[in-house]
């Protein structure tokens, strides 16, 4: 399982959870993120460290910063 957790414009953590794949976080933090709110975002734990989830194609292509640096 993977660690991932939904931060709202402001910086803060609304919920955090363990899920097998990125799939899976996507229907969750669609079925949690109050209807199209712009700012919300999701974040995987890689390796100790928060990385935000970048989707170039509407959440089937999930790249991490760390996929950019690589």
């Known amino acids: 399982m993977t660690q991932y957790r939904i931060v709202d414009p402001e910086g803060g953590v609304l919920e955090q959870a363990d ?4 799939t899976a976080a996507h229907t969750w933090f669609k079925n949690r993120v109050p209807g199209d709110d712009l700012g919300y975002r999701i974040e995987v734990d890689e390796n ?9 194609d ?13």
Not at 19 to 22: G, I, S, V
């Open 19 to 22: 899920l097998p794949d990125y």
């Open 58 to 70: 509407g959440g089937s292509n999930p790249r991490t910063a760390a996929d950019e640096q690589g």
């Open 48 to 56: 100790g460290e928060w990385m935000m989830i970048e989707s170039a």
